[in-house]
């Protein structure tokens, strides 16, 4: 489970994350044949803002990071850095201290990576942790055909799709077409953490 200590550093926060997160932001912005003017310009992120998300000076929000994924056609873990996975091997194993770890820097909504083969099978396994009051507010949708589970492990998540709002408790979980924009919020004074499974068509 996710630590409760927001401000805990591992070795994939802080510099080291901006650094990466940026230097996979340009390289496939430059794979995309892309300008940052462009870039911008379907993001909807500032020219400004995207030249210090590259030069790893600046760590994106995750909705500033989300549109970035979105606009380049990647997911949030491509542009985190995903670890490799071997795929002559039977089983693979990733050590709690090496997973890449996302943290929104105004929020402290933190993201953990947690699948050892991320993409194996088309799905992806992430663990996510809200302090008390704290929304992701709306993300952008994803790929037509994408699909998320969540089970929350502990506190009071709301999740906002397609124009409805659900309260999940303890113990609740949830399925939805990720399609559309939607978001993740805890309305509560007590920290929430939730797992969420990510499929996506390939």
């Known amino acids: 489970m996710v630590e409760q200590d927001a401000n805990e550093a591992g070795p994939r926060h802080g510099d080291d994350l901006a650094g990466a997160f940026g230097g996979n932001v340009r390289r496939r912005r430059e794979e995309a044949g892309l300008t940052l003017e462009q870039l911008s310009t379907q993001s909807s992120v500032s020219r400004a803002m995207l030249s210090k998300v590259e030069r790893g000076e600046k760590s994106p929000t995750i909705g500033v990071a989300s549109r970035i994924a979105h606009a380049l056609d990647a997911s949030l873990s491509d542009l985190v850095g995903a670890p490799a996975a071997a795929a002559s091997a039977v089983a693979i194993v990733m050590r709690k201290n090496d997973r ?28 996510h942790y809200l302090p008390a009051q704290v929304s992701t507010g709306l993300l952008p949708g994803y790929p037509a055909g994408s699909e998320k589970q969540l089970l929350v492990l502990k506190g009071t998540l709301t999740v906002a799709i397609g124009g409805i709002s659900e309260a999940l408790n303890t113990g609740d979980s949830m399925f939805f077409q990720a399609d559309a924009d939607h978001g993740f919020a805890n309305r509560t004074n007590a920290p929430c953490e939730y797992i969420m499974v990510i499929s996506r068509k390939t």
């Not at 929104?104 to 909504?109: H, L, Q, V």
């Not at 993201?111 to 992806?124: K, L, N, W």
Request: charged share 20%; proline share 11%; aromatic share 8%.
């Open 100 to 127: 890449p770890v996302f943290r929104d820097p105004e929020t402290g909504f933190e993201r953990h990576m947690v699948s050892a083969a991320p993409g194996a099978g088309g799905a992806e396994m992430v663990v």
